[in-house]
């Protein structure tokens, strides 16, 4: 496996082009499946996890073409058969095929799904879904086989608000008959733009985007064209990165409503950004202060920009406290980053207190899981020295073309 090599303390400017969002088109590709037409998806980001449910599309047969950012998904042929354990864990997304297939076969059977090691993600609201609707669950093993004479619409009332158990409600409640409406549904965006496309189909999707979705189940869906939008958390990720480094660093293709909850706390601690329509331009600045996060759905802090942000606390002046609240193991990439020098304290792998200011000197450092990979890419790029990551393949799930865009902004960083 390949390793990130990085050289540190280089200044950034120029433009960052943001990409498609990964959190959206993981489930746009499933959610395809459910049109007996072709179907064009554009602005699809270069990332593995976009390779391994191309591998699961063709498995059942469906046809695929992927040119310059485009995909053109065939499933007029498409054949429902077990998915291999193998492909269902490579990434937790895995799991919106099960719905998808659900919805228009009454028939499914496939293993748990796989993704990083954060802490428990069980999938009892994406089953819950499944019963309400009036599917049969049978669980043996990490092995699901769910069935159903009929799929009826009913009121799925989800125990908090999760972003896989709303989508996959979504694309099951698509084809089901009569109205099924999801209350306390998640409200990311990634959400509204998988509604989106639905609708673009001929889905009867309403409320998207607020606590309360409403689905009117249709017996057919038509081919359409659909844009993925800006990746926020790639962009997030760039603006930490600016808010470090940057020298007039431009991020371009974003969507700045969508991480206001992060640039508002960046602005809290003296960052210099300027927003405008759909780019955010950075100048790093000399002093920052403590600020203190905790990590809420959808619009709060994202958690996915938790770990990105644990090395720029590092350069806050004062002690800043960490909560996250959604996952309980998403502090793994601690244990490597006070190895690099920082001062970091995790009690009940809850809450992190930072202590600022502490320089980071390079070290050889693993990848724990995405945004764990993405942080450990940061302290690397603003230590002195040299850093190398292993374990890359985690962060390549998630960021399209990452040490190349980095490197036309002046980043000395290279994949070996």
Known sequence: MSKIKIEGGYNLSGTIEISGSKNSVVALIPAAILCDEAVEISNVPNISDVDSLEEILLHLNAGIKRKEGTVIIDSSKIVNKEIPEEMSRKLRASYYFMSSLLGKYKHVEMYFPGGCSIGERPIDQTLKAYRSLGATVIEEENRYTITADELIGN???LDMPSVGATINAIL??????????????????????????????GAMIRGAGTETITIEGVEYLHKAFHEVIPDRIEAGTYV???????DNLTIKKVIPSHIESLTSKLIEAGV???????????????KYKAVNIKTQPYPGF????????IPFL???????????????????NIYDTNRMGANIIVKNNKIAKIKGVTPLHGKDVTATDLRGGASMLICGLI??????????????????????????????????
């Open 240 to 246: 930490i990165i600016g808010a470090l480094l940057g």
């Open 314 to 332: 590092t350069k806050c002046h004062g002690t800043s406290t960490v909560e996250e609240t959604i996952y309980e193991n998403r502090f793994q």
């Open 155 to 157: 009121k799925i009332y």
């Open 383 to 416: 230590a002195d020295g040299t850093t190398q990551i292993e374990n890359i393949n985690y962060i390549l799930r998630g960021y399209d073309n990452i040490c190349e865009k980095l490197s036309k902004v002046g980043a000395k960083i290279e994949l070996i």
């Open 272 to 286: 210099d950004i300027k927003i405008k329509e759909d780019e955010i331009l950075i100048n790093a600045k000399d």
């Open 302 to 309: 994202p958690t996915d920009l938790q770990q990105p942000m």
């Open 172 to 201: 099951v409640a698509t084809k089901a008959k009569g109205i099924t409406t999801i209350e306390n549904a998640a409200k990311e965006p990634e959400i509204v733009n998988v509604a989106t496309f639905l609708n673009n189909m």
